[in-house]
């Protein structure tokens, strides 16, 4: 922990933590399961986030790799009745395999292309997650994932998510500072001075794309047990885009915004939408009230007007 | 491998020619740079200098000719194989990761060619090597006071210094600069051109220059391009009196 940031930091994780824990003897079941959803919603957003706001790579279909995932299990769960671990070794090979065509696709392409690309991947998923039906269930989807036993209740699976979106989100926090993640960010700022410096680019986006893609995978495995279903909307378009769009609310390029991002649209979608049918139009609005006035989100506001709160009154320190 | 004799020859650029489409950018040059050489390309405007170095780097392939790194052919290499290799360039028009600070910078620079840059499962700590590669590329530049700075909030000078600070972070052998002074005043001049002055002897230096005047102190060895023919090849001194290049020069003004 280094000056005051670092206390601060540590504070806000503390506090965030206890509540965390806590929760299942706070509130209802209702809203534990929203703070499950909005868990694994948020580690899904983090994975587009290391592409997007670490290697400037805007990625338009991180659903279809979650999804692989989640049909991964389910067919395992539902059409094959393998015990759980089958379950979830298929869940991550099915994601890990779409993730690798995927970055080999990709390694290439920058900027606009790569959006494009990504955004047919995705596509391409939706439309196999409709076209094989034997596998998929088409449209009706596949209902009925069981937890395993010890996972069974609310309570327990929310524990369960929110240890593994701990771990992932320390895995992350680490990536990103990582040389490898420095040079990450080299790679949103100049594609052309990373390579006259030495670096293999494409490899680079190749790897990025697959450390994203099992944080994804992740995300994936732990929905399709959350809501114990999986159709083809999981894989749409529209899913990916409201991933971006979480890390834009909360801030792109700082890991925690994606999750507080998802949160805010977890419960606009789901608590506000009771009272409020036209949800998506609150959402838009503040989207753009976000965009407006707050360009790097909420998070990248809040700490960069800090840091220069800090440099005025010189307390800044080396960030390594 | 060479064996234990010094390759003394690291550069070799072999009859390269660039087309893009109509425009002939570079028309049949050569030139050869021996270890610890230090030479100038010269030329007017759209003569081809900057694209003669992007062939060198492997930023675009030649349309015909070859070139040799440290006795190798890369003219089909990638750019990062030839920087892994030892070569290094700066940039005409200032091209460095804005939103970060001076120090991840020329982290990322300082680790580019060892096996660090990898690493993805620990913290980047500038601590021992890579720490004092950052310190000693900072102080030669001037810029030890600004390495918690982003690189947006420098200067246009400052930027050019960082220019310069990224490559000799990523410790070539072989440093192509490309109008290291573009775009700055009398005073800010004088200071790169001192500071080119005393880099290290051992590396071997390609310094492209608008103002000749400039150019011809700072090196052994000039090559002038003009519409992207080599017009000469020579000493400063011979250059200075070669009529070629005086034509050129006036023609320019
Ligand atoms: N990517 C490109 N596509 C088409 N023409 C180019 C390209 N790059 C450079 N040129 C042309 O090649 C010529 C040489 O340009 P350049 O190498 O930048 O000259 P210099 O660095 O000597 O000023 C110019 O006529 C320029 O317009
Ligand atoms: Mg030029």
Redo the contacts between chains.
């Keep these: 922990m280094k000056g005051p940031t670092g206390w601060v930091k540590l504070g806000l994780l503390v506090a965030s933590l206890a509540v965390g824990v806590a929760l299942p003897y706070l509130v209802d079941q209702f809203l534990v399961g929203i703070v499950t959803l909005a868990l694994i919603t948020g580690l899904f957003a983090m994975s587009i986030d290391l592409l997007a706001g670490y290697g400037g790579l805007v990625t338009l279909g991180q659903a279809g790799i979650s999804a692989a995932a989640s049909y991964g299990v389910a067919y395992m769960s539902v059409k094959a009745g393998a015990g759980h671990l089958a379950q979830v070794g298929v869940g991550l090979l099915a994601g890990l395999i779409v993730s690798a065509v995927f970055a080999v696709m990709i390694m290439r392409s920058s900027g606009v292309y790569f959006m494009m690309i990504t955004l047919a991947q995705g596509m391409i998923i939706w439309g196999l997650s409709i076209r094989l039906t034997r596998i998929t269930g088409a449209e009706n989807g596949l209902p009925g994932v069981d937890r395993p036993e010890f996972l069974s209740l609310y309570w327990q699976y929310y524990w369960f998510v929110l240890a593994v979106v701990l771990i992932c989100s320390a895995m992350l926090y680490v990536i990103v500072r990582s040389p490898f993640g420095l040079a990450l960010e080299g790679l949103r700022e100049s594609e052309s001075r990373l390579l006259v410096l030495g670096y293999n680019t494409s490899l680079q986006k190749f790897y990025a794309f697959m450390v994203s893609g099992f944080f994804a995978t992740v995300a994936g495995i732990l929905l399709v047990y959350l809501n114990q279903f999986i159709s083809p909307s999981s894989a749409h378009l529209t899913a990916s885009a409201l991933g971006v769009l979480q890390t834009i609310l909360g801030g792109v390029g700082t890991l925690v915004g994606p999750m507080i991002g998802s949160f805010i649209v977890v419960y606009l979608r789901n608590v506000v939408s009771q009272d409020f049918e036209r949800w998506p139009t609150l959402m838009g609005l503040l989207f753009i009230v976000v965009v407006l006035f707050a360009r790097r989100g909420l998070v990248g506001e809040l700490s960069e007007r800090w840091r220069a709160w800090l440099t005025r009154r010189g307390l800044a320190v080396p960030l390594r | 491998m060479i064996g234990a004799g010094v390759v003394d020859r690291v550069l070799h650029v072999e009859n390269v020619k660039v087309r893009f489409g109509g425009v002939t950018a570079v028309n049949g040059v050569s030139f050869e740079v021996e270890e610890g050489a230090r030479w100038a390309v010269i030329g007017p405007n759209g003569a081809g200098k900057t694209t003669l170095f992007r062939t060198i780097?492997g930023?675009v392939y030649p349309t015909d000719g070859r070139v040799h790194l440290f006795g190798r052919d890369v003219t089909r290499k990638?750019?990062?194989s030839r920087?892994?290799m030892g070569l290094?360039?700066t940039?005409q028009v200032t091209?460095?990761?804005?939103?970060?600070?001076v120090?991840?910078n020329l982290?990322?620079?300082a680790?580019?060619?060892s096996k660090?840059?990898?690493?993805?499962?620990?913290?980047?700590?500038?601590r021992g090597e890579l720490a004092e590669r950052i310190e000693s590329a900072l102080s030669r530049v001037g810029l030890s006071e600004r390495?918690?700075a982003t690189v947006a909030e420098l200067s246009h000078g400052e930027q050019r210094q960082m220019e310069i600070a990224?490559a000799l972070a990523?410790a070539p052998r072989v440093l192509l600069l490309d109008e290291p002074a573009a775009g700055l005043s009398a005073a800010e001049r004088s200071v790169v051109r001192q500071l080119i002055e005393e880099l290290p002897r051992d590396l071997s230096i390609v310094l492209i220059e608008h103002d000749m005047d400039i150019a011809l102190e700072l090196v052994d060895r000039v090559l002038v391009l003009d519409n992207g023919n080599p017009i000469a090849e020579g000493t400063p001194d011979e250059i200075r009196l070669d009529p070629k290049v005086q034509d050129v020069y006036l023609r320019d003004e």
Aim: a positive charge; hydrophobic letters at 45%.
């Design positions: 780097c930023e990638p750019a990062h920087a892994q290094g360039r940039f091209n460095l990761f804005p939103n970060l600070t120090e991840e982290a990322i620079a680790q580019a060619r660090r840059r990898f690493v993805s499962w620990a913290p980047l700590r500038i390495r918690l990224m990523n």
